[in-house]
């Protein structure tokens, strides 16, 4: 495997669809510890396999922060299966270096992925988890936080969202 960082908006395989993944071999296993690594590393709290330039439909998450317990999860095919409520949170992306918006996502959320140890599982969430779930969900299917902006805070953010193609093509 590669030793890249995480891609940069720019980067078309952020655009794209991840395939769903029928087995979880050693290569599955050796992507997510990769997603980890790269995940702590750039301290971020979810990562999508789009995002080291992997088209499996992979997500790890940890929302443990400081004295603040979380929960540190690997979701294979991913797939939100119930939401309510809606709540407007400043978000950020690893793929977006120094940009955040306020984003408006659903504030609990059901969703079932399979765990490494290939069973299916349910999950309910709020709060940090409930969001990053949704975000990362999101790069599965080539959509990126700032998809969901209005059109004006868009125009704001043309010009630093044209610095970063720039960046992803160095
Ligand atoms: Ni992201």
Redesign the pocket.
């Known amino acids: 495997m590669t030793n890249k960082g995480v891609v940069i908006f720019g980067d078309p395989v952020l655009r794209k669809k991840a395939v769903a993944i029928a087995r979880i071999d050693d290569r599955i296993r050796a992507l997510s510890a990769h997603m980890f690594e790269v995940m702590k590393k750039a301290r971020g709290i979810?990562l999508?396999a789009n995002?080291v330039s992997a088209l499996d439909r992979l997500v790890v998450i940890d929302t443990n922060r400081g004295d603040t317990k979380g929960h540190c999860l690997t979701l294979i095919n991913p797939e939100i299966i119930g939401a309510s409520g809606s709540v407007k949170l400043d978000e950020g992306?690893?793929?977006f270096p120094e940009l955040s918006a306020d984003v408006e996502r659903s504030e609990r959320i059901g969703f079932t992925a399979t765990g490494l140890d290939g069973k299916r599982f349910e999950f309910e969430a709020e709060g940090i988890l409930a969001r990053a779930v949704q975000?990362?969900i999101d790069?599965l299917n080539g959509v990126l936080?700032i998809d969901h902006l209005g059109t004006t805070k868009k125009m704001l953010l043309k010009k630093q969202l044209e610095e970063l193609k720039k960046l992803s093509k160095k």
């Open positions: 979810g999508a995002q992306c690893l793929s975000h990362e790069h936080f």
